[in-house]
């Protein structure tokens, strides 16, 4: 077997990452012809806010301010941004390819992709002002295992400053570091070399470290998520407890097909494993139990530090790290004997990803026409009630309730669940950070922290109605008025 690090030769790369970067381009077709403002896209577009004070992503907003718009205060550059994103993202997948397998392999650097396609890591692309930072926090977290250290200071040292990086840029990516730390480990398994304890352990002294660093020098981030770790006493179940969500969420969210094929890809993993092992007999077995049992902690592994929160989050982007697992697996399947024919599901499934990318970028601007047509709606019923915007201005408005899916996205969900999440309040409700709110926002010029937030909800009930129609109600009382979405 090939030795895992070389001194590189750049021009060898070229056309790998051609090849790379002209698939996730592919895939991000239709997402980028919809050109659909994503969750906080419109704020961001509208108030030129940054990252800093939001999750102290400090490193995503100075090289955003150094190398991308050269300013603090952002405008939308879309897809610029995004096409930036999906290079980045190609450098950390072509990394991911030379750790564990042949970049000169066609086959390697399609199934490579998943790190970039599983529907979970696709959200993180939808975002037009996010994908670069989060871009960047994806290759922090991989970067450090492709130089060649001879001292395991200096890879502790690198891999420190590189999780500052992933840290100040999109902390869920941290996950995929903690995975790759014991994918190398079960790779030298597998290559009968001895266990490199010492590389295990001062990646996980610079994790620790990078993590202490983050807690205590930076302020505390204004996040919308508890970080409450789990409590001693129920620190063990409650680590099996997030474990066996992450397995139940993706049986639940994932499509029937994805299903098949993904079972193909893992059980192609383990034939390989037994067809290329240099073990003989009983020890040959073991070493299949235990790259099955490396393929059911992966997933858990690459969630990384979220397994030891109380309040653990199950949105699709806090399952990114699995894109990663699902790569690894598929590469290292493709080593030595058979493996065009073990290469056939993990390549179906990349191809049904890529189905899946330009199914959902349909599907969002189905969802933002039909948001669109509720808003404009909403609005024309609001001036009816009340033509000057000065006196619109003096109520408090709320807004509770939600518009639903487009007619055209109820029959992808059911296909695929996960679209639910993706397509989530973000899309369908007129609350904070949504569509609805941002256009009563900016059309009407309502105070912001009128809108949307639901700690006190009014009691509709109570108030007078002034209009009943089919897609809303709407009430006052003194200087409140209540929008019940329908």
Same mark, same amino acid.
């Given at each position: 077997?090939?030795?895992?690090?070389?001194?590189?030769?750049?021009?060898?790369?070229?056309?790998?990452?051609?090849?790379?970067?002209?698939?996730?381009?592919?895939?991000?077709?239709?997402? @980028?012809?919809?050109?659909?403002?994503?969750?906080?896209?419109?704020?961001?577009?509208?108030?030129?806010?940054?990252?800093?004070?939001?999750?102290?992503?400090?490193?995503?907003?100075?090289?955003?301010?150094?190398?991308?718009?050269?300013?603090?205060?952002?405008?939308?550059?879309?897809?610029?941004?995004?096409?930036?994103?999906?290079?980045?993202?190609?450098?950390?997948?072509?990394?991911?390819?030379?750790?564990?397998?042949?970049?000169?392999?066609?086959?390697?650097?399609?199934?490579?992709?998943?790190?970039?396609?599983?529907?979970?890591?696709?959200?993180?692309?939808?975002?037009?002002?996010?994908?670069?930072?989060?871009?960047?926090?994806?290759?922090? &977290?991989?970067?450090?295992?492709?130089?060649?250290?001879?001292?395991?200071?200096?890879?502790?040292?690198?891999?420190?400053?590189?999780?500052?990086?992933?840290?100040?840029?999109?902390?869920?990516?941290?996950?995929?570091?903690?995975?790759?730390?014991?994918?190398?480990?079960?790779?030298?398994?597998?290559?009968?070399?001895?266990?490199?304890?010492?590389?295990?352990?001062?990646?996980?002294?610079?994790?620790?470290?990078?993590?202490?660093?983050?807690?205590?020098?930076?302020?505390?981030?204004?996040?919308?998520?508890?970080?409450?770790?789990?409590?001693?006493?129920?620190?063990?179940?409650?680590?099996?407890?997030?474990?066996?969500?992450?397995?139940?969420?993706?049986?639940?969210?994932?499509?029937?097909? @994805?299903?098949?094929?993904?079972?193909?890809?893992?059980?192609?993993?383990?034939?390989?494993?037994?067809?290329?092992?240099?073990?003989?007999?009983?020890?040959?077995?073991?070493?299949?139990?235990?790259?099955?049992?490396?393929?059911?902690?992966?997933?858990?592994?690459?969630?990384?530090?979220?397994?030891?929160?109380?309040?653990?989050?199950?949105?699709?982007?806090?399952?990114?790290?699995?894109?990663?697992?699902?790569?690894?697996?598929?590469?290292?399947?493709?080593?030595?004997?058979?493996?065009?024919?073990?290469?056939?599901?993990?390549?179906?499934?990349? %191809?049904?990803?890529?189905?899946?990318?330009?199914?959902?970028?349909?599907?969002?601007?189905?969802?933002?026409?039909?948001?669109?047509?509720?808003?404009?709606?909403?609005?024309?019923?609001?001036?009816?009630?009340?033509?000057?915007?000065?006196?619109? &201005?003096?109520?408090?408005?709320?807004?509770?309730?939600?518009?639903?899916?487009?007619?055209?996205?109820?029959?992808?969900?059911?296909?695929?669940?996960?679209?639910?999440?993706?397509?989530?309040?973000?899309?369908?409700?007129?609350? &904070?950070?949504? @569509?609805?709110?941002?256009?009563?926002?900016?059309?009407?010029?309502?105070?912001?922290?009128?809108?949307?937030?639901?700690?006190?909800?009014?009691?509709?009930?109570?108030?007078?109605?002034? %209009?009943?129609?089919?897609?809303?109600?709407?009430?006052?009382?003194?200087?409140?008025?209540?929008?019940?979405?329908?």
């Amino acid at each position: 077997m090939k030795k895992r690090l070389k001194t590189p030769n750049w021009r060898s790369y070229i056309k790998p990452f051609l090849i790379i970067f002209a698939i996730y381009c592919l895939a991000m077709l239709a997402i @980028w012809h919809a050109g659909v403002s994503y969750a906080d896209d419109a704020g961001r577009a509208i108030t030129g806010k940054g990252w800093t004070s939001d999750f102290n992503r400090y490193s995503s907003s100075i090289l955003s301010f150094l190398f991308i718009q050269m300013r603090f205060s952002l405008v939308d550059i879309s897809p610029l941004a995004q096409i930036i994103a999906m290079a980045i993202l190609t450098i950390a997948t072509l990394i991911l390819v030379e750790l564990l397998g042949d970049k000169k392999k066609l086959s390697h650097l399609i199934v490579g992709t998943f790190a970039g396609l599983t529907p979970f890591t696709l959200n993180l692309w939808l975002y037009k002002f996010d994908a670069p930072c989060m871009a960047l926090a994806f290759l922090a &977290s991989v970067l450090p295992f492709l130089p060649k250290f001879k001292k395991t200071w200096q890879f502790a040292v690198f891999a420190f400053g590189c999780l500052l990086i992933t840290l100040t840029s999109y902390q869920a990516l941290t996950g995929v570091f903690l995975f790759l730390l014991l994918a190398l480990a079960f790779y030298d398994y597998l290559d009968q070399k001895r266990f490199d304890w010492r590389r295990v352990a001062s990646g996980l002294g610079a994790f620790v470290a990078a993590l202490l660093c983050f807690k205590i020098l930076l302020p505390e981030p204004q996040g919308y998520r508890s970080l409450e770790i789990l409590a001693l006493g129920d620190f063990i179940p409650g680590v099996f407890r997030n474990a066996a969500h992450i397995f139940t969420h993706i049986f639940a969210s994932f499509g029937c097909n @994805w299903l098949i094929f993904l079972s193909l890809a893992i059980i192609a993993f383990l034939v390989s494993v037994f067809l290329n092992s240099r073990r003989k007999g009983a020890k040959k077995a073991l070493e299949v139990a235990v790259s099955a049992i490396f393929v059911v902690i992966s997933i858990p592994a690459s969630y990384g530090i979220y397994l030891a929160l109380s309040d653990a989050p199950y949105n699709p982007r806090s399952l990114i790290g699995v894109g990663v697992v699902i790569s690894v697996i598929a590469i290292l399947s493709l080593r030595g004997k058979y493996h065009q024919i073990l290469a056939i599901p993990s390549v179906i499934l990349v %191809y049904l990803f890529c189905v899946y990318a330009f199914a959902l970028g349909n599907a969002l601007k189905y969802q933002q026409d039909y948001a669109d047509f509720r808003n404009s709606e909403l609005a024309i019923h609001l001036s009816d009630l009340h033509p000057s915007q000065i006196e619109l &201005s003096k109520y408090k408005v709320q807004i509770q309730g939600n518009i639903g899916l487009a007619e055209q996205n109820k029959h992808l969900a059911d296909l695929y669940p996960l679209t639910r999440e993706i397509i989530d309040a973000h899309q369908t409700g007129l609350s &904070s950070y949504t @569509w609805g709110s941002w256009s009563l926002h900016t059309d009407y010029g309502l105070t912001y922290n009128h809108l949307g937030y639901l700690d006190e909800p009014y009691d509709c009930a109570t108030m007078e109605t002034k %209009y009943d129609g089919y897609y809303e109600r709407i009430s006052e009382k003194d200087d409140l008025i209540c929008i019940e979405v329908k």
